[in-house]
């Protein structure tokens, strides 16, 4: 399926706001989510492919077709702030490099505005190499924020030194959260060992009042998820697209 759509150029992205928690309605930035269509057309969410294909040369041809789409993006939308999901497999890869480059030299505003997001889990597969990665690009003026942490395995030591600008809360820690209090404990811990190392906190899975007040309360920044709004294909804009638009949700 995904060999099919990236032969046929039938991938696209889905955004999805993410929320500032202390000020409601307003959006701090926009995560593009990578989608294929299938044979009958139907929009497929990562999660039904993305850890099959991330090992293979398919996943780096997403990772491309990911970061081009979402630098055209930034480019047509000047006051746009977007998230690309990669993986650390991609790193090196030189026509994701080379997408890059090209992006960065077209738009001068693009890398201030541009937010690489990295899974805790491939971080920590090659962390010598994403810890350099990190620094060459932070000095352009990109950012990297470590997803669905807690869902991993990330070594303390490695963590420290790997100088992510944003830390994003798996969850499976954040959903129900106003009813489970080890949860509570577990992600106030997480946001005081961001606040150590100056890390930018987004509670992922969002998806009831109760929940956004319950971490709001307990001091992360940003929360994102179906409360807020769904992954819609349309194209990213200022204001976040109505939760009831479900047609890329995943």
Not at 188 to 211: G, K
Request: hydrophobic share 45%; proline share 5%; charged share 25%.
């Amino acid at each position: 399926m995904v060999r099919r759509a990236i032969s046929h150029r039938e991938v696209m992205l889905a955004f999805q706001p993410v929320m500032q928690a202390r000020v409601p309605g307003r959006i701090a930035f926009q995560e593009g989510l990578i989608r294929v269509l299938d044979e009958t057309g139907r929009v497929i969410p990562a999660g039904q492919f993305i850890d099959t294909v991330e090992d293979t040369e398919y996943g780096r041809m997403l990772d491309c077709i990911a970061l081009e789409q979402g630098l055209a993006e930034l480019s047509r939308v000047p006051d746009l702030r977007l998230a690309i999901n990669m993986s650390a497999r991609s790193i090196g890869y030189k026509k994701w490099m080379r997408t890059l480059s090209r992006g960065l030299q077209g738009d001068p505003t693009v890398a201030e505005r541009l937010i690489l997001e990295i899974t805790e889990q491939s971080a920590i597969t090659l962390p010598e190499l994403v810890k350099s990665f990190m620094r060459d690009l932070q000095g352009k003026g990109i950012a990297f924020a470590m997803d669905d942490f807690g869902a991993g395995f990330t070594a303390l030591k490695h963590f420290k030194d790997f100088s992510f600008d944003v830390l994003k809360i798996d969850g499976q820690f954040c959903r129900d959260i106003a009813r489970d209090p080890d949860n509570q404990v577990l992600v106030s811990a997480m946001i005081r060992i961001a606040e150590q190392f100056d890390m930018f906190t987004v509670a992922e899975r969002v998806e009831t009042r109760a929940d956004a007040d319950c971490l709001t309360e307990l001091g992360v920044d940003c929360l994102q998820g179906y409360h807020f709004a769904a992954p819609t294909v349309r194209p990213a804009r200022r204001d976040p697209p109505p939760a009831a638009k479900r047609s890329a949700t995943g």
